[in-house]
C-alpha cells in the first residue's frame, strides 16, 4: 500500500500535536457554551475522535452523514444528505467538523441547511484547507493546515472508500487514480 503514495504530507505525531492545539482553542472560546460538535461522515470521524478528546469543556456530539463525490476525485457538485441528525439544535451553538474543506460546496450547502434549524451560532473547524480549488464562498473558522492542491487520503480521508485508516496523511500517487 506505502507505493500508492507520493509522499506522507502529515504524520502521526504532527497531525496529533496539531489537534491538541485546536482542541484548546476550541475549549476556550466554548467554555460553558454547551455546544453540539457535529460530524460530517464519513471522512471526519478520524478527526472528530481525537478532537472531541481535547476539547476540555463539556459538548455534545452528532453525526450528519453527506455524500458529495462518489468514487472520483473532484466534486459533483452535488450534495446528498444520507443521515439527519439525531436532535435539534435550536438556539444551541453548533461546530462542524470536517474532514477537507475543497471546493466548499459542501460546507457551504451544509451550512445553509443547519442554519435553517436556527442555531444560536454555526462556526467550522476543518482539519484541511484546500484554498485552492474554492468555488463556493465559505470560510473556515478553525484550520488545522492549509494543504497544497494534491489529492490527499488517510486519517479519515479516501479514495473510493480506500485508505481512511491510515495513521498519517499522505498525497496519492496520480497513477493510482488515473
Ligand atoms: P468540497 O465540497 O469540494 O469542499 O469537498 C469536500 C469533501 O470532498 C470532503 O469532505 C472530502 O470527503 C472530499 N475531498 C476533497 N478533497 C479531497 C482529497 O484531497 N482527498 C480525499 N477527499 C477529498
Ligand atoms: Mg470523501
Not at 481525537?50 to 476525485?73: N, Q
Not at 434549524?117 to 473547524?125: L, T, V
Amino acid at each position: 500500500m506505502n507505493n500508492d503514495f507520493e509522499k506522507i504530507i502529515y504524520d502521526t505525531e504532527t497531525l496529533k500535536a496539531r489537534i491538541a492545539e485546536m482542541g484548546k482553542t476550541i475549549t476556550a472560546d466554548y467554555l460553558d457554551k454547551d455546544p453540539i460538535v457535529i460530524g460530517v461522515l464519513k471522512g471526519a470521524f478520524v478527526f472528530m475522535a481525537d478532537l472531541i478528546r481535547a476539547i476540555d469543556t463539556p459538548c455534545e456530539v452528532e453525526f450528519l452523514g453527506v455524500s458529495s463525490y462518489g468514487s472520483g476525485t473532484t466534486t459533483t457538485g452535488a450534495v446528498e444528505i444520507t443521515r439527519d441528525l439525531g436532535k435539534d439544535i435550536e438556539g444551541r451553538h453548533v461546530i462542524i467538523v470536517e474532514d477537507i474543506l475543497d471546493s466548499g460546496v459542501t460546507l457551504a450547502y451544509l451550512k445553509k441547511y443547519l442554519a435553517n434549524r436556527c442555531p444560536a451560532s454555526i462556526r467550522i473547524c476543518t482539519l484541511l484547507d484546500k484554498p485552492a480549488r474554492r468555488q463556493a464562498d465559505i470560510t473556515p473558522d478553525y484550520v488545522g493546515f492549509t494543504c497544497p492542491d494534491e489529492f490527499i487520503v488517510g486519517f479519515g480521508l479516501d479514495y473510493a472508500e480506500r485508505y481512511r485508516n491510515l495513521p498519517y496523511i499522505a498525497i496519492l500517487k496520480r497513477e493510482v487514480y488515473s
